[in-house]
C-alpha cells in the first residue's frame, strides 16, 4: 500500500488504505473542528480515528492540517503554484493552503469551511478571510467571483457523489470568473478492488466504485456517516467537459492520486432540460 493516506488517502497523502478527506460535509457533533481546536490549544497528540468503507480504520493526527508547505506533498505544492488572482479554499481545515497563499503576498484568498471550530482555528492562525459555509452555498451579493478554486487533499471528493460532482460543476460556473479554473485532486481507487490474480472485481449493479463512507471518532464520541467520492482521471475528464470545462491533469502521485486543472470553456450553453 503506498504511503499518505494512501489508496485512500486524506486529502492528499497520509498513510493509509483509503486516502481521506480534508473536510467534510457538517455533522454534529463537530468532531473534526473539536481535534483542530485542541491541537491549536497545545493537545498535539490529537487524533481522529477514521471508518471507511472500503479500508480499513486508521488514525488521522490533527497535526497534518497544520503543515507547512516543506511537509506537504508535491501534488499540493504543484497547486499551489498554479494558483492566480482571488483565490477561494473549499474545505480549508486549518488553513494550511491559505496561509501559504497570505505569504506569498496574494492578497484575495478566501477560506471556507463547513467546521465551525475549524473556522476558529484558522480566523486564530490569522488568515485574512473565513467564513463557515457549504460548498453549494451561493456567492454573496457583494462578493467578486473568483480566478482560483482550491480542493486539495482529494478535495473533490466534498461533492459526495457522482451526482453532487454534477452539481457542484455546475454551481461552481457562477462562482469562477471568466477563464477562472479549478484546481483539485482526487485517487482512482479501484486498486482496493483488485483480487489476488490482479483483476477487478465490482458488483456492477451496485454505487460507483469511489463512492465511498467516512465516519470519525474522537474520544468518547462519534460522528455521523457522510459520502466521500474517490473519482478515477477517464470519468472525472467526461463529467467536467459535460459541464463545460476545460480538463488539464497537472500530476500524479505514487499513491494513484491526481492533480486537475478544470477551466472554464468559452462559448459552452448549459443543457436546458
Known sequence: MPAGLAPFT??????????????????????IG??????????????????CSAADEEQLPAAYFFRTLLAMPELERQALDECRGRVLDLGAGAGCH?????????ADVRAIDQSAGAVQVMQAR?????????????????????????????????TGTLEGLD?????????????????GTSSDISYLYEDEDGALVFNLNGPYYGEVTYTFQYKDQTGEPFPWLFID??????????????????????????????????GFEPAID
Open 10 to 31: 486524506f486529502k492528499s497523502a497520509l498513510p493509509a488504505i483509503c486516502p481521506a478527506p480534508f473536510l467534510m460535509p457538517h455533522q454534529a457533533p463537530d468532531l
Open 34 to 51: 473539536q481535534a483542530l481546536l485542541d491541537y491549536q490549544h497545545g493537545h498535539h497528540a490529537a487524533a481522529l480515528t477514521v471508518q
Open 98 to 106: 491559505a496561509l501559504e497563499l497570505q505569504s506569498r503576498g496574494f
Open 126 to 158: 490569522g488568515v485574512q478571510q473565513v467564513a463557515q459555509h457549504d460548498i453549494l452555498d451561493k456567492r454573496g451579493k457583494d462578493e467578486r467571483p473568483y480566478d482560483t478554486i482550491l480542493m486539495l487533499m482529494n478535495g473533490l471528493g466534498l
Open 167 to 183: 452539481k457542484f460543476l455546475a454551481h461552481a460556473r457562477t462562482l469562477l470568473a471568466p477563464d477562472g479554473q479549478i484546481l
Open 233 to 266: 482521471a477517464s470519468l472525472l475528464e467526461d463529467a467536467a467537459r459535460q459541464a463545460g470545462y476545460e480538463v488539464e491533469f497537472l500530476g500524479e502521485d505514487e499513491g494513484g492520486q491526481y492533480l486537475v486543472r478544470l477551466t472554464l470553456a468559452g
